[in-house]
């Protein structure tokens, strides 16, 4: 091959990562800001409600009205409950301060907030504790799962969901089932953005990323990744791979 194919190619491969990093920067600051909408004006305005409705509880109850009185502490137990959710969702939309604790609480909220909102039974397991991974793994680790999730109850229509994660000598994985209707016959020719940003955060952070349909129905989506040790995190600050 010449020299200048491949310069040219070489060209093409940084123009395209570059592009990857633009798209999830975009998408990044997005999310950044509906989580700052959900939280400074949903959970505020909600909260406002929560608060008359406490005030009308204790009115009620204060006047001899059992029936009223009950319905209300049925209405602010019911705000507070969709406040709390709220709130996760804004959570999980927003990445500032992630580290691997909040790795496993926001995976532990993810299922629990599926859920709640979906009908489909979700749960998280966490087979080995993984050390510190720094904020940029953990948050792509947090989208890819994600983004799984939302495929499996949007497209596969699931209503079981497992998300596991677990941590060895050097390595972790990250796995998604389901029990949905699994993939289309020729998936591979038409994936999405959202597969193709689930593999780019894959390959962000050292990993890949696998996408399989188990053996009788359903999808396992699979990223496994390595376990830096603090001096390689720090040499891997400067690569720009972007969160969020």
């Given at each position: 091959?010449?020299r200048?194919?491949?310069?040219?190619?070489?060209?093409?491969?940084?123009?395209?990562?570059?592009?990857?990093?633009?798209?999830?920067?975009?998408?990044?600051r997005e999310?950044?800001?509906?989580?700052?909408?959900?939280?400074?004006g949903?959970?505020?305005?909600?909260?406002?409600?929560?608060?008359?409705?406490?005030?009308?509880?204790?009115?009620l109850?204060?006047?001899?009205?059992?029936?009223?009185?009950?319905?209300?502490?049925?209405?602010?137990?019911l705000?507070?409950?969709?406040?709390?959710?709220?709130?996760?969702?804004?959570?999980?939309?927003?990445?500032?301060?992630?580290?691997?604790?909040?790795?496993?609480g926001?995976?532990?909220s993810?299922?629990?907030?599926?859920?709640?909102?979906?009908?489909?039974?979700?749960t998280?397991?966490?087979d080995?504790?993984?050390?510190?991974?720094?904020?940029?793994?953990?948050s792509?680790?947090?989208?890819?799962?994600?983004?799984?999730?939302r495929?499996?109850?949007?497209?596969?229509?699931?209503?079981?969901?497992?998300?596991?994660?677990?941590?060895?000598?050097?390595?972790?994985?990250?796995?998604?089932r389901?029990?949905?209707?699994?993939?289309?016959?020729?998936?591979?020719?038409?994936?999405?953005?959202?597969?193709?940003?689930?593999?780019?955060r894959?390959?962000?952070?050292?990993?890949?990323?696998?996408?399989?349909?188990?053996?009788?129905?359903?999808?396992?989506?699979?990223?496994?990744?390595?376990?830096?040790?603090?001096?390689?995190?720090q040499?891997?600050?400067g690569?720009?791979?972007?969160?969020g």
């Amino acid at each position: 091959m010449q020299r200048e194919q491949i310069e040219a190619i070489t060209r093409d491969i940084g123009q395209q990562e570059i592009l990857e990093r633009e798209i999830l920067a975009i998408a990044s600051r997005e999310r950044q800001r509906i989580g700052r909408e959900l939280h400074d004006g949903l959970c505020q305005s909600l909260a406002g409600l929560a608060a008359l409705a406490a005030a009308l509880w204790r009115s009620l109850a204060a006047s001899g009205q059992p029936s009223p009185a009950a319905a209300a502490a049925e209405l602010v137990r019911l705000l507070n409950e969709t406040i709390g959710e709220a709130r996760d969702l804004a959570r999980g939309l927003s990445s500032i301060g992630l580290n691997s604790a909040d790795l496993v609480g926001s995976l532990e909220s993810l299922a629990r907030n599926v859920s709640a909102a979906h009908g489909a039974f979700c749960t998280f397991v966490e087979d080995n504790p993984c050390p510190d991974l720094g904020r940029e793994t953990t948050s792509h680790l947090v989208r890819i799962a994600q983004e799984a999730v939302r495929n499996a109850v949007s497209h596969g229509r699931a209503d079981e969901i497992e998300i596991r994660l677990a941590c060895t000598a050097g390595s972790g994985l990250l796995s998604i089932r389901d029990n949905g209707v699994g993939l289309p016959e020729k998936w591979r020719d038409h994936d999405g953005i959202g597969l193709y940003t689930m593999d780019y955060r894959a390959r962000a952070i050292g990993g890949s990323l696998t996408v399989e349909p188990q053996a009788r129905r359903g999808v396992m989506v699979a990223c496994a990744f390595p376990l830096l040790s603090n001096y390689e995190r720090q040499e891997s600050i400067g690569d720009a791979h972007l969160p969020g």
